[in-house]
């Protein structure tokens, strides 16, 4: 069993940053490939960003040049950098690990991320 917390959410306007967090469980985190998924009410959960066991991260080009996802094994923790945001990044953001020797996928609970004046 994988438990996966994200911090980090919140209120910040249009142009402005913010860091979420994902806290992970399991003894062989560095095995996990992460992403985050961000989700509107009444929309499909949609991917974001992802980053695998060796480093190698993907974009969705939406927030392309404007978002960074990291991770680090020590902490087993992952990060994704927001910045210049936009009011259409408002949405529920969730940290989800893949564990390929598992076949499974985890969720986090997710955290609110409101871009507005």
């Known amino acids: 069993q994988v438990q996966l917390v994200e911090s980090g959410g919140g209120l910040v306007q249009p142009g402005g940053s913010l860091r979420l967090s994902c806290a992970a469980s399991g003894r062989i985190f560095n095995t996990y490939i992460m992403g985050w998924y961000r989700q509107a009410p009444g929309k499909q959960r949609e991917w974001v960003a992802d980053i695998t066991s060796g480093g190698s991260t993907n974009y969705a080009d939406s927030v392309k040049g404007r978002f960074a996802i990291s991770r680090n094994n020590a902490k087993t923790a992952m990060y994704l950098q927001m910045n210049s945001l936009k009011p259409e990044d408002t949405d529920v953001y969730y940290c989800?690990?893949?564990?390929?020797?598992?076949?499974?996928?985890?969720w986090g609970q997710g955290t609110q991320v409101t871009v507005s004046t």
């Open positions: 989800n690990a893949n564990v390929p020797s598992l076949s499974k996928d985890y």
